[in-house]
């Protein structure tokens, strides 16, 4: 069965202490990796998709990196308007109706608490 | 350029109403899609269209209607409100394959 598991729950920084999150799956077939922000009361906001094991993305103070069970978003130097939820979701590689499927599976998420 | 728009932003109803949430996107996108978040069970895709005129059930179908009459809107139909669907409901689009955009969700409470 597909699965997306992150960890940890909850995590609580302080002001510049770098860190990571982990996202680990298990899916027939990889077509992509996303990762999303959501903050409390909001829609998830897109940050990175990743394709393949061995890519990276950077954004400001995020850099997510794909190996071929797991995802790791790591928060460099983090500031406290980096708190919110962060949500992995993987996207099925299987093709259908001329084109891949977009069904998402999603982790339950990350909250990412930081103090200044 | 709106993104994805729903409405209302909050309901309420009580067991047995029906009601119909609305979803509407302006970047031309085939897909779209519905998913409810509930605590500790992250988002889940209850419908999903990828195109007009189709549209097909995602894990959680159970008590609700979709159609998609056009390209622009994906409207969410409860039949007959359960408490056990109080929750926050998302609509997404995008294109083929592609990154999907959300939009800011219904938080809808059935008493």
């Known amino acids: 069965e597909d699965q997306v598991t992150q960890s940890p729950e909850a995590l609580r920084l302080q002001e510049g202490e770098s860190s990571s999150l982990n996202c680990s799956y298990t899916v027939s077939g990889l077509r992509g990796l996303f990762w999303y922000r959501q903050d409390p009361g909001k829609g998830p906001e897109f940050l990175f998709t990743l394709y393949s094991a061995g890519e990276e993305k950077e954004k400001e103070r995020l850099k997510a990196t794909l190996t071929k069970k797991e995802s790791f978003l790591h928060i460099t130097a983090p500031k406290p308007e980096d708190s919110a939820t962060y949500l992995c979701a993987v996207q099925e590689g299987d093709r259908d109706y001329g084109g891949a499927t977009n069904k998402l599976i999603f982790g339950t998420g990350t909250l990412l608490a930081v103090q200044p | 350029n709106a993104g994805v728009t729903q409405t209302p932003k909050f309901q309420v109803l009580k067991t047995g109403q029906s009601m119909t949430l609305q979803c509407a996107q302006d970047?031309?996108?085939?897909?779209m899609s519905w998913y409810r978040q509930d605590p500790g069970m992250g988002l889940r895709l209850i419908h999903y269209s990828v195109g007009a005129g189709i549209t097909d059930q995602g894990e959680v179908p159970n008590g609700y209607n979709v159609s998609r009459s056009t390209t622009e809107d994906f409207p969410l139909r409860l039949l007959s409100a359960a408490p056990s669907q109080t929750s926050v409901y998302f609509c997404?689009?995008?294109?083929?394959?592609?990154?999907?955009?959300f939009g800011p969700g219904t938080r809808l409470t059935v008493l």
């Open positions: 970047m031309n996108h085939e897909y």
């Open positions: 997404a689009s995008s294109r083929p394959g592609d990154t999907q955009y």
